[in-house]
């Protein structure tokens, strides 16, 4: 996972590299609450450009991810979602609860 804060905005972009299943969560969880915690955002953006696969690991992850951004006082916010990928959060309901962006 890569990592983008933008100071003058307070915005913290996570660009996710890889796929995300039950193997790789552990490691961009812990890359990501300590991103959220170093900075301590406004808005945090969870970029999916690259990722074409996610199980249920994923929905678990970004829960609590937005669950963290709450605690700190923080937006939750996704941008890039494959079709795939929105598929999977349309059917979760994650779309309700978190909304998508476009970035420049």
Not at 3 to 31: A, G, P
Not at 57 to 65: A, D, E, H, M
Not at 75 to 95: D, V
């Amino acid at each position: 996972m890569e990592s983008k804060f933008y100071e003058e905005d307070k915005l913290l972009v996570l660009k996710i590299t890889s796929e995300i299943d039950d193997h790789i969560v552990q490691e961009i969880r812990r890359r990501a609450d300590y991103e959220m915690e170093r900075y301590m955002p406004r808005k945090v953006i969870f970029d999916f450009n690259n990722v074409t696969f996610m199980d249920s690991s994923g929905i678990g992850f970004l829960i609590g991810r937005y669950k963290f951004a709450n605690i700190i006082g923080a937006k939750l916010e996704m941008t890039n979602l494959g079709s795939s990928i929105k598929k999977i959060f349309e059917m979760s309901g994650i779309l309700k609860l978190i909304p998508t962006v476009e970035l420049n």
